[in-house]
């Protein structure tokens, strides 16, 4: 898969191989993942005992519209309930658009990929300057001063009486040895409220190539696997492959709410990854290249982000790994087991957004080993059941 970080316009692509969790650059183009500013940003992260990220939309939906209206949000949920909420604004969506990262965690990718999981990144532009703080992986705090480049420039121009395009050679050629130069950066970096001194930084953006910048910080990491321009651009193009539990902006999951909208027949689409599974044996061998068929393309078609191979181990992983809480995937999987090694004939299913209710047939032996609510004898001497889960 190739996917290309936008950051205005600056791009980086990556060819990223999900079974083996390997990427490299490319020139390529692909899935295109665009750089929210991080100025146009409101990031929350809290834990909720919510695990279901539909249900914690709905949760949070009220709130988010008292408080600020109608916005556009995204959230994300891991497995222990720990979320993070994105809201931006000033911002369109593009109409190619394959998803969306704020350029914070844009950012806390850049300096993962350098082997950064814990430090503070300051990210120097032409108009802002982001400070984030990574601990363990994830973004713990961040904040945007609106001075960059540009403010530099315009100081040093006004005070020397030049154009700004005139103070912007001269700053690149001298450096803090420019007396506004270096007052400007030190105004730009305490404006922060951080304390810098002896501190360990990574430093990404056009703005870290200032001559003496160093002088600023203890110990300073640089962005090293591409143009420190091109930072954001190269962490939104590894959103897929460094996950860090946050929002895309985009429905790559499908809710209890969207298999009852579709109803029977995306049940049924799904029943054949299980179906398949349980039948295989005894299917002749040009009806079970068609199931095969079948699945791929309707995998493909309910999660056209992921890959058709295995898709019934894929959708069996959904539940167990716990990254994403389907549950009428855990329920069938779990229906799965139940039956494994089995031979039941399975009649119908229905699933009303809380209980998976199975209708069935198989032998007295083999039904009594069954969870089952209710038995009927038929006249073949088996008996027909059912049961919920």
């Known amino acids: 898969m190739i996917f290309t970080g936008v950051d205005g316009n600056k791009t980086y692509s990556i060819d990223y191989e999900p079974f083996r969790k390997r990427w490299k650059a490319t020139e390529k183009s692909g899935r295109k993942i665009y750089v929210i500013p991080s100025d146009k940003v409101l990031i929350k992260r809290d834990s909720s005992p919510i695990r279901d990220r539909f249900t914690l939309r709905r949760s949070l939906s009220l709130e988010i519209e008292e408080k600020f209206g109608s916005v556009n949000w995204d959230v994300s949920v891991d497995k222990s309930g720990n979320y993070t909420l994105v809201i931006y604004r000033d911002f369109e969506k593009p109409g190619d658009a394959y998803s969306l990262d704020a350029e914070q965690f844009s950012l806390s990718r850049t300096a993962i990929a350098h082997g950064h999981e814990s430090i503070l990144i300051i990210d120097f532009g032409r108009r802002k300057t982001s400070f984030i703080e990574l601990e363990g992986g994830q973004l713990k705090t961040y904040r945007v001063v609106l001075k960059g480049g540009d403010y530099i420039n315009h100081r040093l121009a006004e005070a020397r009486g030049i154009p700004e395009t ?85 429905e790559e999951e499908v809710s209890p709410a969207t298999f009852r909208r579709f109803g029977m027949g995306v049940l049924v689409s799904l029943l054949l990854f299980v179906g398949a599974e349980l039948y295989i044996g005894k299917l002749k061998e040009d009806l079970r290249s068609s199931f095969r068929k079948v699945q791929a393309e309707e995998f493909k078609r309910v999660f056209p982000d992921k890959p058709a191979v295995a898709v019934f181990d894929q959708v069996r992983s959904m539940y167990k790994s716990g990254d994403n809480d389907y549950a009428l995937t855990e329920k069938l999987g779990r229906l799965a087991e139940l039956l494994e090694g089995k031979e039941v004939k399975i009649y119908g299913i229905d699933y009303d957004g809380d209980k998976l209710r199975v209708k069935g047939e198989g032998k007295k032996e083999v039904v009594d080993s069954l969870p089952v609510k209710e038995l009927k004898k038929t006249p073949e001497g088996s008996l027909e059941f059912s049961l919920e889960i």
């Open 166 to 250: 005139e103070a912007e050679r001269l700053k690149i050629e001298k450096g803090i040895e420019l007396k506004e130069a270096e007052e400007s950066l030190r105004d730009i970096l305490n404006s922060s409220g951080i304390k810098l001194k002896d501190r360990t930084v990574f430093l990404s953006g056009g703005g870290s190539r200032l001559k003496g910048i160093e002088s600023f910080f203890g110990k300073v990491h640089r962005c090293e696997m591409c143009e420190p321009e091109l930072a954001s651009a190269f962490g939104a193009s590894l959103t897929y492959a460094i996950p860090m539990n946050t929002p895309t902006f985009r």
